[in-house]
């Protein structure tokens, strides 16, 4: 099969009328201040709010319809996180110490929420959150929430609607499903390998086998994991037991941002184009119990579309939403061609 052409960005440095760049206006008429790489505001179209009403559903108390349509109110508070002042980079394009800054503001909204009564509080120090505009202060939840999810969509083929470099969070005064789910397994591997943490091991084992590794440094290892459903899904592990952003040194924040560079400037390199991904961070609960944040182990999950090409990906579809995924290339495979799509980032060639 032919490779199309390689992609070039047409997107100016500053757009005059993206929401998200330096100056301009949002959406509620708070203007940006002219920052230069992160910046942290209350979204303006958030999905989960602090002061909205609980839901219950008018069920009458032992009718079917209580016991089988059950729901729980969730309250909380969203975020958006600018990654950089220009409109037309990506973290593929940024370099290690320009992506540091987004990794200690994620540090920073994580411990200005984290629970008084955690064990990762002691770890708090005073955070320096830019200026994010009035009555919009992510230092000072009204309540105490439960999780802070993290995460980054990039591309319209995963929902972004704003080419701007940026990220969101979510806090909640729920703990998600999907990091539930895990949790709940961490916390059994730990009970029955005598309180051996089930991810550390796991690093463990792809650093001896070697063949599904993309990228490691000395603290962090990206792999295309045994269980794999995406094609060139990455999991980012510390190779430590690390619970939280809060666990790290200013060292390996940097080693994250190596790796974070590393993986996102070889997605784009694999197909000559700007790869779509959900991007996403799983560590500890904001607020859980002493068990509960000790089973945390801090990682980062990329979830990306593209199969063959820039425009051909992958749709779970049919027996893989009836019955389970399947998969269209090994991880093995899917680890060599990242592994083999290193070195500069493909536009920088382009004239």
């Known amino acids: 099969m032919a490779q199309e052409a390689p992609s070039k960005s047409t997107l100016p ?20 201040p002219q920052y230069e790489n992160t910046y942290v505001f209350v979204n303006d179209y958030s999905a989960v709010k602090e002061t909205q009403a609980d839901y219950y559903p008018d069920h009458e108390a032992g009718s079917l319809a209580a016991r089988l349509l059950q729901t729980e109110p969730v309250k909380g ?6 990654f950089s002042r220009s409109h037309n980079t990506t973290l593929a394009d940024l370099t290690t110490a320009q992506i540091l800054p987004i990794i200690q503001t994620w540090t920073d909204i994580y411990a200005s929420h984290v629970s008084p009564s955690s064990p990762l509080a002691k770890l708090v120090e005073p955070t320096a959150i830019a200026p994010h505009g009035p009555g919009a202060d992510p230092t000072s939840p009204a309540t105490q929430l439960r999780y802070m999810q993290i995460f980054e969509n990039k591309g319209a083929a995963m929902g972004c609607s704003n080419p701007h470099p940026h990220g969101q969070v979510w806090t909640t005064t729920s703990l998600p499903e999907e990091p ?9 591997y730990r009970k029955h390998q ?3 943490h089930m991810l550390e091991d796991y690093s463990s084992l792809e650093s001896v086998q070697g063949e599904r590794i ?18 060139f899904e990455v999991l980012v592990v510390s190779k430590l037991h690390k619970r939280a952003l809060l666990d790290f040194t200013d060292e390996e924040k940097m080693a994250l941002a190596q790796t974070l560079s590393e993986i996102t ?12 991904y959900s991007m996403g961070l799983h560590q500890a609960p904001l607020e859980g119990t002493p068990e509960e944040i000790e089973a945390s182990h801090f990682h980062i999950h990329f979830y990306p ?16 939403m009836l019955g389970e995924p399947q998969r269209d290339i090994t991880p093995e495979q899917a680890a060599k061609r990242l592994r083999d799509c290193g070195g500069e980032l493909y536009r920088q060639k382009l004239s």
């Open 305 to 320: 579309p593209l199969l063959r090409s820039a425009t051909v990906r992958k749709f779970l579809v049919g027996y893989e």
């Open 214 to 231: 993309v990228f490691e440094n000395g603290t962090f290892l990206a792999v295309c994991p045994w269980w794999a459903t995406w094609p």
């Open 77 to 82: 508070k969203c975020f958006v996180i600018t």
């Open 265 to 276: 400037r070889r997605y784009d390199n694999l197909f000559e184009t700007q790869f779509p």
């Open 13 to 32: 440095d500053y757009d005059a009328d993206c929401y998200l760049c330096p100056g301009n206006k949002r959406a509620q008429g708070d203007a940006n």
């Open 180 to 188: 539930a789910v895990e949790l709940a397994k961490l916390r059994e």
């Open 194 to 196: 005598g309180g051996k």
